[in-house]
């Protein structure tokens, strides 16, 4: 054989196989590597929208969980406000009832005061009366009179 055609005919065999490539290989594989491109692409685009929009939740969730401590604040203040207006009305009843349990007890003490004070002027005016009914029944003596206040002494202890 000959170099010569060897190579010429290598050379065409080649060219056919370029050819065919090129032809029927090539378009099925450069559309894969495109789809391929593009699929990445849109992952990559998705992947930025999905980081964009976890950066705006974060911001929205961070505004929401202001807004819901200032609420919780005004709640509290509120409630703190209102405790003590409770507290203060407590108070201010307790009050009331204290002062008219005291006047009322002052009534009944005024009251067991003028009783008691009527029934030792009753016993005082009983005891006069026995003092004095002793007194005349018997003899007019100093010694017996003496004995007679001693015994209405021991009467009024």
Known sequence: M?????????????????WFTVKYVWP????????????????LAAGERGRHELELA???????????KQRASEIILQAEKRASEIVEEAKNTAK???DRIIAGAKADI????YSAREALRQHAAQLAVVGASK???????????????????????
């Open 96 to 98: 009331g009832e204290g």
């Open 58 to 68: 974060s911001q929205r969730s961070s505004d929401v969980i202001k807004e819901a």
């Open 28 to 43: 099925p594989l450069l559309r894969a590597i495109e789809e391929r491109q593009k699929t990445i692409a849109d992952g």
């Open 110 to 113: 005024e009251h067991e005061i």
């Open 2 to 18: 000959n170099i010569n055609f060897t190579l010429i005919s290598q050379a065409i065999a080649f060219s056919v196989f370029i």
């Open 135 to 157: 007194i005349l029944r018997r003899e007019v003596d100093a010694k017996a009179h003496a004995d007679l206040l001693a015994s209405i002494e021991d009467d009024l202890k």
